[in-house]
């Protein structure tokens, strides 16, 4: 069982950026799969991004791909989310998730979620 803890968000103007860090807590860290999604008020929650436990990431290319990056540090038990040129379309509260065997798309491939880190873009 892992417990994740998400911090970084804030209030920014638009094209401005923002790095979201998830802690997780354990010892085993570095076999779980993580990712992000979103939620914003009235609509459900969407994908970000994802990065398995050996590296290999996916984004979700309509809306973030080339303004998000994600990233993961194993000795840190932390994963990272690097916003840059946000958008106000960008706002929503950012959950990290994550699973010891599934990852993709789906939220309901993740069995782990933080409280989530609101994030509001200015326009």
């Known amino acids: 069982q892992v417990q994740l803890v998400e911090s970084g968000g804030g209030l920014v103007q638009a094209g401005g950026s923002l790095r979201l860090s998830c802690v997780a807590s354990?010892?085993?860290?570095?076999?779980?799969?993580m990712a992000w999604f979103r939620q914003a008020p009235g609509k459900e929650r969407e994908f970000v991004a994802a990065?398995?436990?050996?590296?290999?990431?996916?984004y979700d290319a309509d809306s973030v791909k080339g303004r998000f990056t994600i990233s993961r540090d194993n000795a840190k038990n932390t994963v990272y989310l690097q916003m840059n040129s946000l958008k106000a379309e960008d706002t929503a509260l950012y959950y990290c998730?994550?699973?010891?065997?599934?990852?993709?798309?789906?939220?309901?491939?993740?069995?782990?979620w933080g409280q989530g880190t609101q994030v509001t873009v200015s326009s």
């Open positions: 354990g010892r085993t860290f570095n076999i779980y799969n």
């Open positions: 998730a994550a699973d010891p065997r599934r990852t993709g798309s789906s939220r309901l491939n993740y069995d782990y």
């Open positions: 990065v398995t436990y050996i590296g290999r990431i996916t």
